[in-house]
């Protein structure tokens, strides 16, 4: 039970030690990371107004330094604090890739995807390149474009395949809309480049488009 005499700003970490993360909300969450408010605003009302003012944690998280800081009550030492929580997010979710284990599940291989994408803002275009067990030998962010597409050149993946000296690999892009489904471009893209690696005999085993909260697979889809 909530202990009245304690300031509000400090019951969502009660709430937490209590009930566990997963209990609270978004800006219960974002207000145990911020710690303190501004002057005139508690704590809570800075989380939930930051919640609104980027249309959530996704938003927040994907926003530029500039952005971030610009607004009042945030700064370079916030900003700093945000980036570092996530990256440590990212290695915790990169572990299993990073283990030398051979891929296990697609699950996996979504999970890591997904944060490794899932927020930009902008189109990026990368590639997991295996060796001839499936072990993740490199993960490459290789074209960033704008929001309306990255410019893939096969020439340079099936460079960057030799050099790293995959024998298979699994492409992956983001749409920063949020809507995962694969393009009728995303398609013959990954034929060309299944067509261009084929030649070098690198197997292309799949292509994910990675959404927000959704990762569609070309491959289970029969599109490769």
Not at 66 to 91: D, H, I, N, P, S
């Amino acid at each position: 039970m909530t202990d009245p005499t304690w300031p509000t700003d400090e019951r969502p970490r009660e709430r937490l030690l209590a009930h566990g993360a997963q209990t609270l909300s978004d800006a219960e969450l974002l207000a145990i990371f911020l710690r303190t408010g501004t002057t005139g605003m508690p704590v809570m009302a800075l989380a939930r107004h930051l919640v609104d003012e980027f249309s959530g944690l996704r938003g927040l998280l994907a926003a530029s330094r500039r952005q971030f800081c610009e607004v009042k009550g945030l700064g370079t030492a916030k900003y700093a604090q945000v980036q570092a929580a996530m990256e440590m997010a990212r290695r915790v979710m990169d572990e299993p890739l990073r283990q030398g284990d051979p891929l296990r599940s697609p699950e996996d291989t979504r999970r890591f995807l997904t944060s490794r994408l899932g927020t930009y803002p902008h189109e990026v275009f990368a590639g997991l390149f295996l060796d001839n067990r499936h072990r993740v030998i490199q993960y490459r962010e290789l074209f960033r474009g704008t929001i309306d597409g990255a410019a893939v050149y096969p020439r340079e993946v099936v460079r960057q395949a030799l050099e790293d000296n995959a024998a298979a690999v699994i492409f992956a892009h983001n749409h920063p809309s949020g809507v995962a489904e694969p393009s009728q471009a995303d398609i013959s893209l990954t034929r060309r480049l299944k067509e261009a690696l084929g030649l070098v005999d690198i197997r292309v085993l799949d292509h994910m488009v990675v959404g927000h909260g959704e990762v569609i697979s070309l491959a289970e889809r029969g599109l490769m």
